[in-house]
């Protein structure tokens, strides 16, 4: 409820509510908020209850710090990986499907798509790297994030650049060049980055 926008920062969760409403026992509700907050999505507050955490403008650009950090090594290894042959061509073929996509999304301004397809992307990247602890960590703050930025990605980034960059990335993954694709992959989320901290 939390990633689909039914909950909104600042929204109380209330045990009982939620157990009458999802028709069960406070007992899961409670873990359920326990689990949430050990994700950064829930906050407790002494005496009052359970709330959606609501992230300042600092949380966030922090938040985009790692994750520049994590993008960066992620597309790597993903390009390390192809170099070596760990990863096949047709390994990659699902990132080439998002750029198209996007590129499409893009000409029919179909941009609350192409933020989905952002994120598969960026997503894919992650899984395609081998290495478990960034797949994990960058979801994880990738939920966090979209809590605040559902309503700012699709309007207000800049997706023709984007666009352009996303293609560098695959092409840098082609050209088994690993330092070129994470030097591309940490300036692109450099620059949403600094286009986030002028929005917020």
Request: proline share 2%.
């Amino acid at each position: 409820m939390i990633v689909s926008k039914e909950l909104l920062p600042g929204n109380p969760i209330g045990e009982v509510d939620f157990a009458k409403k999802l028709n069960i026992s406070r007992t899961p509700i409670r873990a359920a908020i326990h689990i949430l907050q050990d994700d950064g999505l829930v906050e407790l507050v002494s005496n009052k209850g359970a709330y959606v955490k609501s992230f300042s403008k600092n949380d966030i650009i922090l938040s985009y710090e790692i994750v520049e950090a994590l993008e960066g090594m992620a597309t790597y290894l993903v390009a390390e990986k192809y170099k070596s042959g760990y990863l096949l061509k047709s390994d990659l073929d699902n990132l080439k499907k998002l750029v198209i996509k996007m590129d499409k999304d893009l000409e029919t301004t179909n941009y609350n798509d192409w933020s989905k397809c952002d994120g598969e992307f960026h997503g894919e990247i992650t899984k395609l790297c081998g290495n478990y602890y960034i797949k994990n960590e960058h979801l994880r703050l990738k939920i966090q994030m979209n809590c605040v930025l559902w309503f700012i990605t699709p309007t207000y980034i800049d997706k023709r650049t984007s666009n352009k960059e996303h293609h560098m990335i695959l092409e840098s993954i082609l050209e088994k060049e690993p330092d070129k694709a994470r030097q591309i992959a940490q300036n692109h989320r450099n620059r949403v980055r600094n286009e986030i901290y002028h929005l917020l």
